[in-house]
């Protein structure tokens, strides 16, 4: 029986042909010729927005933290219900992560939990795009206006992705995105950061320089160039902007081949949530999505922990997701929580995230899924 792994890279067949290009070209660090392409590729992808290249979308979160320009004891709310990179991005620099619950629907964060969470250390909102489907931006945006915050967009997972017709990460002032691996759109590690504020340009190219002026250097505006901020190295090298760039120039069609089998997903398990066995994965209607993954919601902690169980003895790997943070360990030390949490409590105890790429057998998943409900 042949495996079907959760998640399995896909290769565009041109990723040797530019590294071995980058190779020739004399220069492996970062900021050469596929730096510059993939970071045009992507604010054309997206419509607008200036791009930065960074060698996560960690580190394009740890530049967002540091453009803010926040204080020890500021304070960020965020969803509990997100990679430990979107909370942990701030705590490097002493602001401290507000933690509210998300929406039952998308699971992204929920508006109405917002302000009940804001103090007068409030700074700014955390816009999680999860599974590449949209917060709702307008709410969020109506909120910050308010009470004068910032919206920035930790768009991991959804490259490609629009909220009412804009590229999601083009809507905050600030926003990551991811090319993990296991993301759509792929280099191994390796990520971006857009940004849609003017004001942050200048420095966030001295912060992804290791603080200096040294790329102003490169262009002649400056004879020597010297350390005038905070900051690290957050380049991505060469070799890795060559893979990635083969990847972007395919983006749309890998897109396409994912929202087929999410759809086909969408359609074989409409049965089994009429019966009430699951919940299919919901799209707002202001929302088109990337299918970067597609999930279900079982009934309970016990399902599926069966059904993982039992796929996998059918040679399919499902996988859960995040463990919330509120309740971790490092949560509990650096963070903040405000109010009931029973949305993410959902989430992480019944959510089921199935295979999904652009080669993947739905229809053998489906009826694995059908007899193990059948039995």
Known sequence: M?????????????????????????????????????????????????????????????????????????????????????????????????????????????????????????KAIMAVHYAGISCDMDELIS???????KVVEDSAQALLSKYKGQSLGTIGELSAFSFHETKNVISGEGGA??????????????????????????????????????????????????????????????????????????????????????RRQIVPDFCEHNAHMFFIILNSLDERTQLMSYLKSQGIQAVFHYVPLHSSPAGIKYAKSIGSFDNTHTASTCLLRLPLGCNVDVERIVDAINKFFMS
């Open 143 to 149: 909120i910050a206006k308010k009470y004068n915050l």
């Open 193 to 278: 950061l857009v940004i849609n504020e003017s004001t942050f340009l200048e420095r966030a190219e001295i912060i992804r320089e290791k603080g200096t002026n040294r790329t102003k250097f490169f262009r002649g505006e400056v004879d020597k160039y010297t350390w005038v901020d905070i900051g690290s190295s957050f380049l991505p090298g060469e070799i890795i902007s060559a893979f990635l760039y083969s990847q972007l120039i395919e983006a749309r069609s890998i897109t396409d081949k994912r929202i087929s089998h999410w759809n086909k997903y969408h359609k074989y398990l409409k049965s089994l949530e009429l019966e009430g066995k699951i």
């Open 2 to 122: 042949n495996k079907i792994p959760f998640n399995s890279p896909f290769l565009t067949g041109k990723e040797i042909e530019y590294i071995q290009d980058a190779h020739q070209n004399g220069q492996l660090a970062g900021d050469g010729k596929y730096t510059e392409l993939s970071s045009s590729l992507i604010s054309k992808l997206l419509g607008s927005g200036d791009t930065y290249l960074t060698h996560s979308c960690t580190a394009a979160l740890e530049m967002i933290a540091i453009l803010l320009d926040l204080r020890q004891g500021d304070e960020v709310i965020m969803p509990s219900f997100t990679f430990v990179s979107t909370a942990n991005a701030f705590v490097l620099r002493g602001i401290t992560p507000v933690f509210v619950d998300v929406d039952p629907i998308t699971f992204n964060i929920d508006p109405s939990k917002i302000e009940d969470a804001i103090s007068s250390k409030t």
